[in-house]
């Protein structure tokens, strides 16, 4: 693996940083199996946004209607 600086010039201790946390994801991607299912972001489901009331009618209640996908 390679690590190229485009821009900057950064001190060898935020490049051991940067290399450490680009190490650890690669490690972590390794560890997980082949074809293991990936959990979901908590803010991409939908449910999280149903437990709540729906909006009620009123003059700023079109703000409140926007459902993500």
């Not at 940067?18 to 650890?24: C, D, G, K, S």
């Not at 972590?28 to 009331?53: E, K, L, Q, Y």
């Amino acid at each position: 693996m390679t690590i190229k600086v485009v821009r900057g010039n950064p001190t060898p201790e935020e490049l051991a940083a940067a290399l450490a946390v680009v190490r650890a994801r690669a490690a972590a991607a390794a560890a997980t199996p082949p074809g293991a299912p990936t959990p979901r972001d908590s803010w991409s489901d939908p449910s999280r946004i149903a437990t709540h009331r729906l909006p009620q009618p009123g003059p700023t209640a079109w703000g409140r209607t926007y459902w993500p996908a």
